[in-house]
């Protein structure tokens, strides 16, 4: 039989490329890709469409934006406030682009909410991945991929709100100057190279906008490719339920199921960043000023997700915490909160899935993601680092808040430097205790089943409430996970009563484990399940089971 | 001449010549005496209504002569501007003592604040209450205002008057509210932790452009809703709650479609 040849135009179009790079091996493999459906899967593509919303606004701003520190003044009626006055280049022409650009200040302003979106949505994305252990063998590399893209969003951020050159983001970059000052032996050499001289120059600004256009975007996109290569090699994860195991992935097939969604997606998420830039003021430069070394607003802080930072400079005493020694000054009030504590954030996080993995004692791979309930350790330390966040960032806003609430901004800085060191313990203690808890509960739904509320009396007066067992799939749920116990390693001495070397190490790395699995809650075995149904009076007349495990529908399963 | 020659053996020659005398020191002395002791035209019976006014709401805290008591400031030289400043913004008669004297609303019409205005401006001289013109924004310039603000006031105020916070739960308070006059006024008196800008250090065409830079930026944000002028924080608080409160919502939406 001869070769059936296409008759459309879509379909000769598609023959002729194919003759030509075979990219229909690639459209078949990737169009009948499964993935699994969650809404939680959506997070990370609220962060790539952002991305790509800040890349089309972004393109549109360089067309008008001049990086250059060069003294201009500014000609342009609108605002009146800006009339006639002495700035950069870089703060006229976004200031210009604002007002005489058609469409300038709806972009600006796309532009700034789309940052703020993108590294809020990566922040929420990384979330769920910590929460649900999606970093676990064998997605640890794609872990650092994600957090290493977290740094360059927050980089990409912090570079392009110092663009305009404004009083507030001056200010912010004065407080970069501080910090990069205060890293010992190297801080003032530091400082002279990125500002290319003492602050503040007339280097930074293009500087930053190399930095903010090409190397860090660049960075980005490569990553970003990564990223989502490593997903598709090794596939989605997914959430438990019956018949998901780490041996398949059940969902549906990219096209047509996830094409329409994504690009539906898509077109809301760039629809809600447009009504935001068009309806919402951000970042008016023009009511902080041109910047100048000498005055600083009221109300001066960073984007969000700079925060934290700042507000552990804030919470850091500073009399006693400047070191001068051999005539030299450690300024440790400012190493501490803006150096060594967000790294040891970021190394913390960094180092978790290797961390886990070795108090877990779990060489395993997993495509199967956990219930939080599950690992109460692992959550518990979560929800304390997101406290810890958020009171470094409530402190950065101390004076808002003073204002706001009619509180004394001293009393507030000092519930807060209690509140960083108690909360996040109380937060961990909670959220364990509360982990811990579900278990309990979830231990005890399948042993005795849903409370029906249908009280029975027997004959001889008592009275009995008649539970309803779960149906499988309920079941499954709550039984499907391990539960990992502390590691066992090897005796201190060997046979031959020797001192084992390493005993110690692994004594540690055994203390850390009992922390993290001592506590725990066993879940309910076959065994017990049988128990449970046989004992009792009250089996006769338990309610009856559902007759069968309903499939799940039109999901398709992949080997 | 004849005339005049012939009537000055009158014998109200000499009450004549007094009276002109008197006009004519009383002239010269409004002429060249310094204006800020009564710009207004007062009466001694405004000042008698004043001082009535003062000892049943003031003496209490500022002593019967306003002379002050203990922490509490004497009032004998502070302008009428003072007066105005404090009592028609409500500050005072205060209502409790705390950090700062809080804004609310005055106790005193308009006329007996003017009358209390004019006794404490009678105990001794101090900036007077600011004319129309001088308060006028239309005529200000408010480029060189913002400059003048940003350098002057935006350390307290944020950049655009919205307000900050003080040590100890003092506060400087937001500015869109406050009338031009108040504002000309605050600057001219320096009240509560504000510091005096007397007219050598801002004259009074520089406080009208302050004046009118702050009346501009009560017509709103060229960007649209201006959330409340605070900033990154506000604009962070924004992002996720109308932001990313859709966006997660839009994903539940569309994850629910299928499952």
Not at chain 1, 179 to 184: A, L, M
Not at chain 1, 196 to 222: C, D, K, N, S
Not at chain 1, 507 to 520: N, T
Not at chain 2, 56 to 76: I, K, R
Request: one cysteine or more; aromatic letters at 10%.
């Amino acid at each position: 039989m001869a070769k059936q040849r296409p008759t459309t135009a879509l379909g000769k179009t598609a023959d002729y490329l194919d003759q030509r790079t075979t990219i229909g091996v690639l459209v078949k493999e990737l169009a009948r890709k499964v993935f699994p459906d969650h809404w939680s899967f959506m997070l990370g593509e609220i962060a790539l469409f952002s991305f790509i919303v800040l890349i089309a606004s972004g393109f549109f701003l360089t067309m008008f934006f001049e990086p250059s520190m060069a003294l201009v003044r500014y000609e342009g009626d609108y605002p009146a406030a800006m009339h006639g006055q002495l700035m950069s280049a870089a703060f006229s022409s976004t200031v210009n682009m604002s007002f005489e650009v058609r469409g300038g200040m709806l972009m600006r302003q796309i532009h700034h909410w789309s940052a703020l979106i993108f590294v809020g949505s990566i922040v929420v994305h990384m979330f769920r991945i910590f929460f649900t252990g999606a970093f676990r063998k064998p997605r640890e590399i794609n872990y650092l991929v994600g957090l290493t893209m977290l740094i360059l969003a927050l980089a990409a951020g912090f570079t392009g709100y110092s663009l305009p050159d404004d009083v507030l983001s001056g200010n912010g970059l004065r407080i970069i100057d501080g910090v990069v000052k205060s890293i010992p032996v190297i801080g003032s050499f530091v400082s002279m190279i990125v500002f290319g001289g003492e602050f503040p120059g007339q280097h930074i600004i293009p500087r930053l906008f190399t930095l903010h256009i090409f190397v860090i975007p660049g960075l980005l996109i490569a990553l970003i490719g990564l990223h989502l290569f490593l997903m598709v090699l090794q596939k989605h994860t997914q959430y438990p339920g019956s018949g998901r195991t780490d041996r398949n992935v059940v969902g549906y097939p990219a096209a047509p199921v996830y094409v329409a969604k994504m690009t539906g997606n898509f077109f809301i998420i760039a629809g809600v960043l447009t009504l935001m830039g068009a309806t919402m003021a951000i970042n008016n430069v023009w009511n902080y000023g041109p910047y100048d070394p000498s005055p600083v607003s009221a109300g001066t802080q960073p984007d969000w997700y700079i925060l934290f930072v700042d507000g552990a400079l804030r919470l850091m005493p500073g009399p006693g915490w400047e070191w001068v020694i051999g005539g030299y000054t450690l300024s440790m009030n400012l190493l501490i909160p803006a150096l060594i504590l967000p790294g040891i954030l970021f190394t913390l996080l960094g180092a978790w899935p290797f961390l886990e993995a070795r108090v877990t004692g779990d060489h395993r791979e997993h495509h199967v993601l956990d219930r939080p309930r599950n690992r109460p350790v692992r959550t518990g330390i979560g929800v304390a680092l997101f406290v810890a966040f958020v009171i470094c960032a409530l402190a950065a806003t101390n004076d808002l808040i003073a204002t706001h609430f009619s509180l004394s901004i001293f009393a507030i800085t000092w519930a807060l430097r209690v509140l960083i060191f108690v909360g996040p313990v109380f937060a961990f203690w909670v959220t364990k205790r509360a982990c811990l808890g579900l278990q309990r509960k979830d231990r005890e739904l399948v042993l005795h089943g849903h409370e029906s509320g249908r009280i029975v009396r027997f004959a001889n007066g008592e009275y009995v409430e008649v539970h309803t067992p779960l149906d499988p799939q309920e079941v499954w749920l709550r039984t499907q996970h391990d539960v990992p116990r502390p590691l066992e390693i090897k005796p201190a001495m060997d046979a031959r009563g020797v001192r084992r070397k390493g005993y110690r190490s692994d004594r540690r790395w055994q203390k850390l484990s009992e922390f993290f699995y001592e506590d725990r809650v066993e879940r309910a075995t076959p065994a017990e399940l049988a128990a449970a149904h046989s004992h009792g009076k009250h089996d006769e007349i338990e309610a009856k089971a559902p007759a069968a495990v309903t499939g799940s529908g039109g999901a398709h399963r992949k080997k | 001449m004849k005339a005049l020659a012939a009537r000055r053996h009158h014998r109200l020659a000499p009450v004549v010549l007094l009276l002109l005398a008197l006009l004519t020191t009383g002239g010269v002395y409004a002429a060249l005496a310094p204006s800020t002791a009564n710009a207004e035209t007062v009466s001694t019976a405004d000042i008698e209504t004043g001082k009535k006014l003062f000892q049943a709401n003031c003496a209490t805290c500022h002593g019967a002569n306003a002379e002050g008591t203990d922490g509490v400031p004497s009032l004998v030289g502070v302008g009428a501007a003072a007066v105005d400043f404090q009592v028609s913004t409500g500050r005072m008669p205060m209502q409790m003592s705390g950090p700062q004297a809080r804004a609310k609303p005055a106790q005193f019409n308009e006329e007996q604040t003017a009358a209390l205005a004019a006794y404490v401006a009678s105990l001794g001289a101090g900036p007077a209450i600011p004319t129309d013109e001088q308060v006028d924004a239309t005529q200000g310039d408010p480029s060189n205002g913002m400059a003048l603000f940003r350098t002057n006031c935006a350390m307290c105020h944020n950049a655009v008057g919205a307000g900050g916070a003080l040590s100890e739960g003092k506060f400087a308070p937001a500015l869109w509210e406050t009338s031009e006059r108040n504002i000309y006024q605050a600057m001219l008196t320096g009240p509560q932790s504000m510091p005096v800008f007397n007219d050598a250090n801002i004259t009074p065409e520089e406080k009208r452009d302050i004046v009118s830079f702050l009346v501009e930026q009560r017509e709103g944000s060229a960007g649209g809703n201006a959330l409340g002028a605070l900033g990154p924080v506000s604009e962070g608080l924004w992002a996720f709650v109308i932001g990313l409160g859709l966006l997660i919502g839009a994903a539940v939406w569309i994850g629910a479609k299928s499952s």
